[in-house]
């Protein structure tokens, strides 16, 4: 018998956790930021925020990353909760990349580990990290300070982007589909296309859907209200229902996937772009995302 989410996590995970990180530090950490001042330079009053995510919880925490309390322990959590290593999984994305991009796009960016690895490895090109938590874009922005990367934050739904057609090279998201449903992730494929040029290309880093399907006790691990149905979503074929080409699905390390795909060319741009533009990675020195400006990184017991 499966073992209900919530109790999977308060049984068998929070006390290993609680274990690892410093709970008291990080809120003292929550409560020595002004929140609503600082939230206030990103919130945008004609974001609509769903209920599915207003009514989100992030291991059984009330209030979801609308919660400052969720945001501070977000970076420190999840370094245990993405195997064999958070950078490790988030880096095959970056390596993943076939595009040389001007302009990035990284949807449901959260705290912005990811974003500011966009950055890093294309330093010339303008990065653009959205999320629907104002708070989280708070810690974003801090992290980008400290480690010195020039990022604009936007707070906006994925779903509905309100940038330009074509208005970007590379379009990402991290850990985003499996929170959400499949309706919503299918408005986000259909909207990712938009927003790209043709030829520009959408990377997609979550759970293996694969692993999920074959390995019940996974679905109850990863506690997230929307998992079974992502499982049984065809992301493949939703990207392929968008207009996109899709390249072959990558697992990273068996429990995670890498799903991505190309906007095709019209028939006039074919000549000019005879040449794939072949990205080749550039790794920070340790592959340690504590190098890239969290301030909560360090608050452990």
Partial sequence: MAIPQNLFWERFLSPVVKFLIDEAGLERYALS????????????????????YSNHKFRSIEGGYLNPKVVVSYDPIMQYLLPPNEYLVR???????QVKPRRILDLGCGTGSTTLMLKQAFPQAEVIGLD????????????????????????????????GDAAFDLVTASLLFREIPTTVCQAIVQECFRVLVAGG?????????????????????????????????????SMEQAGFA?????????????????????????????????????STDNGDLEDLGSPVFGIRT
Avoid: C
């Fill in 33 to 52: 930021i002004d929140w609503d001042k600082q939230s206030a330079r990103f919130q945008r009053a004609d974001v609509l925020i769903p209920t599915y």
């Fill in 91 to 97: 880096q095959a994305l970056i390596d993943a990349i």
């Fill in 132 to 163: 629907l938590s104002a708070y989280m874009l708070v810690l974003a922005d801090n992290k980008a300070t400290n480690a010195g990367l020039d990022i604009i934050w936007r707070h906006g739904n994925a779903q509905k982007t309100a940038f």
């Fill in 201 to 237: 290309q959408v990377l997609l880093l979550d759970v293996n859907q694969k692993a999920l399907r074959q390995l019940e006790w996974l679905n109850d691990a990863i506690e997230e209200p929307y998992l079974r149905e992502y499982a049984a979503f065809n992301l493949d074929k």
């Fill in 246 to 282: 899709t390249l072959p699905t990558q697992d990273v390390w068996w429990i995670h996937q890498i799903t991505s795909g190309v906007k095709p060319l019209a028939k006039k741009d074919v000549a000019i772009h005879k040449q794939v533009r072949q990205y080749v990675s550039k």
